[in-house]
């Protein structure tokens, strides 16, 4: 496994424990918040990540604390734990691209890395092994590439599109070829913080058959969803509260 710190990446390892043999995972450190607040500033504007800042200090907290109920019940029926990594099978990387990556990818050698929340990925580190990279992300692609993308497919009112995609790992942003897609089955009770937590529980059994297909080669590649391909971002206070007002979106 490759993945960032968090509490999915912990999930992710306990659900696939026992049924893949998991050589090793490496962790990569969380991204300076300074510096990544000023490179997204840079590429949205200062604006707009205020808002996004906004949103995360204000609504994300309220929204955890009214959801503490509902996220222990999608945990309970899926049988989601999200308790520590053992130490023993961890390892700690700056990046996923620092040259420490490479070197302890090449000593594993594995037949799949399984990718979850981290930076983008190089052509180095991904051309470094021979497997394949396989990623669960929080959206249909090629619709909603980026982050949150069930929450934006609702304010899209684009129901059909509300799910999660595992999918091949390439060089840019969630455009790697589609292994498997499925929708969630979100209720009136689910908010912009529990959407993630359906998205992984229905992502993980797609994830695992999508491992056993790469390991026994045979892999097959699906069509993804039909329409304009982008890359959503974090929403802004005042985006949320717009959807929220006017579509009832929480």
């Known amino acids: 496994m490759l993945v960032g710190p968090g509490q999915s ?9 026992n049924d893949l043999r998991i ?7 969380r991204v300076s918040r300074y510096k990544f607040l000023k490179r997204r500033a840079k590429k949205l504007g200062y604006w707009t990540v205020l808002g996004q800042v906004l949103f995360r200090l204000i609504v994300v907290p309220c929204l955890k604390a009214g959801s503490m109920k509902r996220v222990k019940e999608i945990k309970d029926h899926y049988g989601l734990t999200d308790s520590d990594i053992p130490e023993s099978v961890t390892c700690r990387v700056a990046s996923v691209n620092a040259d420490e990556t490479i070197a302890i990818l090449k000593e594993i050698n594995p ?3 399984i990718v979850n929340g981290t930076r983008i990925i190089s052509r180095n580190v991904l051309n470094s092994v021979p497997a394949k990279f396989i990623n669960v992300h929080a959206g249909i692609t090629p619709l909603y590439r980026g982050v949150h993308g069930a929450y934006w497919a609702i304010v899209q009112g684009d129901i059909k599109a509300c799910g999660v995609t595992v999918h091949l790992v390439d060089a840019r942003i969630d455009t790697g070829d589609v292994l498997e897609q499925a929708v969630i089955p979100f209720g009136k009770e689910d908010n912009f913080t529990t959407y993630p937590m359906l998205q992984l529980a229905v992502g ?20 993804g969803a039909e329409g304009v391909s982008r890359i959503w971002t974090h929403p802004t206070l005042w985006e949320y509260l717009r959807w ?5 979106v929480k």
Do not use: C, F, M, Q
């Open 204 to 223: 993980i059994p797609l994830l695992k058959k999508a491992v056993r297909d790469a390991l026994e080669d045979r892999i097959e590649l699906k069509s």
């Open 9 to 17: 990446t912990r999930i992710l390892y306990h659900a696939l424990k």
């Open 23 to 29: 050589e090793k995972v490496i962790i990569e450190e």
């Open 111 to 113: 037949d799949v890395v």
């Open 244 to 248: 929220r007002l006017s579509r009832g």
